[in-house]
């Protein structure tokens, strides 16, 4: 099944404001509370991401791998847990105007980072490599973050890809930093069996990924990789979701589900990817 993407337009009014610190001291100071006024646009985006993710991009992913020539532009997304590739389809026009073309696995439920990596992801960057093309960015959201933070400090194969080719890395929603206690919203999906214990500082499992992910990068990959948080994020915010060592954006105003839908956060990423993004004044 595969969606048909949608063109659409950037509202002036929806152009997000962000700051850029350096670690992640004193980013408390970014957390918002959702505010009634976002409500309208979140469940429409929302409605549209569960529709979305009965679907999945497979069809759109064989046809752009098998049509890559020499020095085409790709852009490789990865989406959170218990959704699908199909989620980015609305961005593949974005995209396209440019000039990259988007290939965005679906892995599903998958929460081992070394299987959804070594299934879903390396195989693209080495279909991707075949052609004479080049993965100009790596952008996770959620869970996916996850996988290519833990990908970044602890595959080889991984950091040798994103080393030597240069590959930008964005990590938007990530779970770098664990969060206890939980609240509201995550104990919320936890009843509901929707929050996992690799999210959950206070289980065993928890604690071990978070210790793993909050290990700094390697001096080599820091200038190639950029944290993405949202001020209004309730179930991944600013102080669970920053890099303690690294480059964080801060975006205000925006959430985790305008996170992974909103076009005007994918113009970031690829902004990000570009090399674009400077701190506003």
Known sequence: MNATAPQYAIEPSHKPTYTIIEGNEG????????????APRTIRQGLRLLQLQKGDL????????????????????????GLSGNIFAPVIPLARAREYKLIAPTYRDETDSKVALNSHFKPVLEQVAEKGAHVHGLIGHS????????GLLYDPELKAYVTENQT????????????????????????????????????????????????????????LVTTVTCTRDQLMPPHQGSDPFGTNVIVEGYGHVLGCMAPEMHELYIDIVEGLIEQQL
């Open 27 to 38: 980013i408390e100071r970014y957390v918002q509370r959702s505010s009634w006024r976002d």
């Open 58 to 81: 497979d069809e759109h992913n064989d046809k752009v791998i098998a049509g890559l020539e020499e020095e085409d532009k790709v852009l490789v997304y990865g989406h959170g847990i």
């Open 143 to 150: 869970t996916a973050a996850d996988h290519f933070r833990d």
């Open 168 to 223: 930008k890395v964005v990590l938007s929603a990530a779970n770098t930093n664990g969060a206890k206690p939980l609240n509201f919203w995550q104990r919320f999906l936890k009843s509901v069996g929707e929050w996992h214990d690799m999210d959950d500082i206070t289980t065993s499992e928890g604690l071990q990924r978070n210790v793993a992910l909050r290990k700094p990068l390697r001096k080599e990959l820091k200038d």
